[in-house]
């Protein structure tokens, strides 16, 4: 039996030799990975995340700098907490890193697969971002959307003044919750720009009832979910996130599909809208020999059109809700606001948004707003495709990307007293929110840039100039201006804004 012998051994060297090269490779390997905390057997770092991951995320660049290596269970993850990193990152590797880390929670109702902003990097994509750069977000159009924009801002503060009597003859406070109104407005106004048509009152049952499917939708998705950061548990969904999102969204995509199929009957019936608007141009799609697929189906175009009223009333009524809460903690700044509206349009007439190029400090203002409150604190993560040399470091295929806005708009090395809300900063200088100045990403920056940057900063600028000139505002309680943070899929406010406004004009 001396050849079993021999073989035995020369098994055993060779599995030794194997695990010796395996240990090498795997330290040699680490060492190349940005630096990062320890992570525990299993869980790796999923107990650094906590309650607000932005936060956290940020006071480990103290100890491992400005790129952070974290294991959190199976998944590899690396955060992005500077400008000069993530000017690397969108000027050098913006391809390899294009790919998206979609949530199992966004996976509810096949979701994922006919979303812009959701959907993995390829053709699909590029159909979706062509359409919209061409068909939606193109300066054009957004100029001649105007009026429709004056309408939902006006029937929103007639709406406050209406409610603000009524509460006051019917011997109450006259005080509003701010968020709903905001809400309610940015839904009218996207659906009226993507549809061409009124599509809701702001005092109707269904613009409540989708407020209220709105938040359960959001605060499902904001639950850490270990499906995320183990792979093995997505078919079990432990903690029912992907079910009780498929709840609320199945809501939602409802009410989009009702448009849709309104729209398809219109055109069989050959009756055409005045104008050609978004949905016609996702239901006109075609495509060529090229590609896999010749147009959109039905339930892509439903997904997309969802998706639109999502960036443009949950981000955009986010980011005014903030800024008016720092309005009423900076009596100062609403004053010298409330001044330029009043030079500018004065109180004869009420505020167009042809005026807005005239105004610096709302401008200054708005950019304050978006540097301290980024409705995507983290932006959307991101997916590495291959591996990628990166700052000196290796990033592995499929590890997630997160670049923290939230931290790098507080980095003392790009920003003065970086805590303080002091839209000044901005005045004079050429710092701007599009995706070229990494000190200010709101937005993000490179292929993911979000489609309606443009179109979200005219709605935040109009609203709040137009909200400044016609009420007076204070509050009763001051725990109603606590800036506590609610992190979902967007930046909330922890305790929503209420508010005494009193008319001016």
Not at 146 to 151: C, E, F, I, V
Not at 299 to 328: A, D, H, Q, R, Y
Not at 330 to 358: A, H
């Amino acid at each position: 039996m001396a050849w079993l012998d021999s073989l035995t051994w020369f098994s055993i060297i060779s599995f030794l030799v194997a695990l010796i090269f395996w240990y090498k490779s795997r330290s040699n390997s680490s060492k190349l990975r940005p630096p990062g905390p320890p992570g525990w057997p299993l869980v790796g770092n999923i107990f650094d995340v906590g309650r607000m991951p932005h936060e956290n995320f940020h006071k480990l660049r103290s100890k491992y700098g400005p790129v952070v290596w974290l294991k959190l269970g199976t998944l590899n993850t690396v955060v992005i907490q500077s400008a000069a990193a993530a000017a690397e990152l969108f000027k050098k590797h913006d391809a390899a890193f294009s790919d998206r880390r979609v949530p199992d929670s966004l996976t509810a109702c096949g979701y994922h697969t006919g979303s812009l902003s959701q959907s993995r990097y390829g053709e699909y994509w590029r159909v979706l971002r062509r359409l919209c750069s061409s068909e939606l977000m193109i300066q054009k159009r957004i100029n001649a959307s105007a009026p429709l924009r004056q309408k939902c801002i006006e029937g929103m503060i007639q709406c406050i003044k209406e409610d603000v009597s009524g509460s006051l003859v019917g011997g109450g406070s006259g005080e509003v919750q701010l968020d709903k109104y905001l809400f309610l407005m940015s839904f009218s106004l996207v659906g009226s720009f993507m549809l061409s048509r009124d599509i809701m009152d702001l005092r109707s049952e269904a613009g409540n009832e989708f407020f209220d499917v709105m938040n359960k939708f959001m605060e499902w998705n904001g639950k850490p979910n270990l499906s995320d950061t183990f792979g093995f548990l997505k078919w079990v969904d432990p903690q029912g996130i992907r079910r009780n999102t498929e709840k609320y969204l199945g809501q939602l995509l409802n009410l989009s599909s009702g448009f849709v199929k309104e729209r398809i009957q219109e055109r069989q019936l050959g009756r055409k809208q005045e104008s050609r608007d978004f949905l016609d141009a996702l239901l006109e799609y075609q495509g060529d020999a090229k590609r896999t697929f010749d147009k959109l189906s039905e339930k892509n175009v439903t997904i997309m059109i969802l998706e639109m009223f999502f960036g443009g009333t949950e981000t955009t009524s986010s980011t005014i809700e903030w800024g008016m809460s720092e309005l009423l903690r900076n009596p100062d700044t609403m004053k010298k606001l409330q001044d330029e509206v009043d030079r500018i349009v004065g109180r004869g007439r009420k505020l167009e948004e042809s005026d807005l190029n005239n105004m610096p400090y709302l401008q200054a203002t708005v950019k304050e707003i978006l540097r301290l409150h980024p409705v995507f604190p983290m932006l959307l993560p991101r997916n590495s495709m291959q591996d990628t040399e990166f700052m000196g470091y290796v990033v592995p295929k499929n590890t997630q990307i997160f670049v923290n806005a939230w931290a790098i708009h507080r980095d003392p090395a790009s920003w003065s007293d970086p805590l303080s809300f002091k839209p000044e900063r901005f005045l004079g200088s050429d710092i701007d929110y599009k995706g070229q100045n990494f000190e200010l990403l709101p937005f993000g920056s490179g292929r993911r840039t979000c489609i309606g940057l443009a179109l979200g900063h005219r709605m935040v600028s109009l609203t709040l100039a137009s909200l400044v000139q016609g009420f007076d505002w204070k509050v009763i309680s001051p725990q109603t201006l606590d800036m506590g943070e609610k992190v979902g899929l967007t930046m909330r406010k922890m305790v929503p804004l209420k508010v005494i406004p009193t008319p001016r004009l």
